[in-house]
């Protein structure tokens, strides 16, 4: 099993940026897939990006050429990096990791964008 736990999360003014990080631990094997999703209240979870142990990345269209999400494999850490932050990117921000064997979620850190 792995264990994931986020950072970084915060109340932020539109425009503004933010970095999420997720440090997994535990029993990690390539080939894996680490990746951020987000739920706003009364919504569903969704997909924001992912990335490969091998560095493909894929991003949901809402956040295409905002957020960056990226891995460093020394520090098995995960990170999100978050320019232009809009109202609607207000959620919790769940990290992610699948392997072969199991998948893991994190507890979740809260994003607030508002002025």
């Known amino acids: 099993q792995v264990q994931l736990v986020e950072s970084g999360g915060g109340l932020v003014q539109p425009g503004g940026s933010l970095r999420l990080s997720c440090v997994a631990s535990g029993r990690i094997f390539r080939p894996y897939t680490m990746a951020w999703f987000r739920q706003a209240p009364g919504k569903q979870r969704d997909l924001v990006a992912r990335i490969t142990s091998a560095g493909i990345t894929n991003y949901a269209d809402s956040v295409k050429g905002r957020f960056t999400i990226s891995i460093d494999n020394v520090k098995n850490t995960v990170y999100l990096t978050m320019d232009g932050l809009k109202p609607e990117d207000t959620a919790v921000y769940y990290c992610?990791?699948?392997?072969?064997?199991?998948?893991?979620w994190g507890q979740g850190t809260q994003v607030t964008v508002s002025s």
């Open positions: 992610y990791h699948s392997n072969l064997n199991s998948d893991s």
